[in-house]
């Protein structure tokens, strides 16, 4: 089972199905489930974002999670270092923190998470990034973890229990 290597301790798998997509909860190491969320990224109403243009053919979405317990900050999301588009193709930019905004709904700022990445099957991975790699570039079977073709991230607000469905849903590759 593939994960990132930066959500191994915090992603508790709940599915992972056998074309490369796993969905699980993020959990602190600490056991919070209850987090802040900053991100940067293009408003979609009612509570979603995408990708952001940022300078010339360049773009940006990014999402961190707080725990609200123990105040450990993790980054979720990296337009810039995950998706295939913006790592790969060179299409993604990184923003610094101080870019990034709180996500709230109705007032609430308090969020459980749950993610969803897909990846590229195996053997597309091997043609594509190891047998033919971009200009320049070279991969080994071990990038296939951090180099994801989806991302969802859904939202529930941890007092009402509203749910901001896809607020991060994006096509990477």
């Known amino acids: 089972m593939l994960i990132p290597g930066h959500l191994e301790k ?3 798998v709940s599915e992972y199905d056998d074309r490369g997509t796993l969905t699980g909860n993020i959990v602190c190491e600490c ?4 987090f802040g969320i900053r991100y940067f990224g293009k408003n979609y ?3 979603c974002v995408g990708v952001q243009a940022v ?12 725990c609200r317990n ?4 993790f980054e979720l999301f990296d337009f ?6 913006g790592f790969i193709c060179g299409d993604g930019v990184s923003v610094p923190d101080s870019e990034l905004v709180d996500a709230a709904a109705d007032d609430e700022r308090d969020f459980e998470v749950e993610m969803s990445i897909e990846f590229d099957d195996e053997e597309q991975f091997t043609e594509e990034m190891i ?10 079977a071990d990038n296939r973890v951090n180099i994801w073709s989806w991302v969802v991230i859904n939202l529930k607000c941890s007092e009402s229990g ?12």
Do not use: Q, W
């Not at 056991?31 to 209850?34: A, I, L, N």
């Not at 300078?55 to 707080?66: F, G, I």
């Not at 810039?80 to 588009?85: F, I, T, V």
């Open 162 to 173: 509203k749910k901001l469905k896809d607020f991060v849903n994006c096509e990477l590759a």
């Open 55 to 66: 300078e010339d053919n360049r773009y940006a979405l990014v999402v961190k999670a707080s």
């Open 70 to 73: 123990c105040g450990r900050e």
């Open 10 to 12: 915090i992603l508790r």
């Open 31 to 34: 056991g919070c489930k209850t």
């Open 80 to 85: 810039a270092e995950h998706a295939y588009d």
């Open 45 to 47: 109403p009612p509570h």
């Open 131 to 140: 047998e033919n790699p971009p200009d320049g570039m070279s991969f080994t």
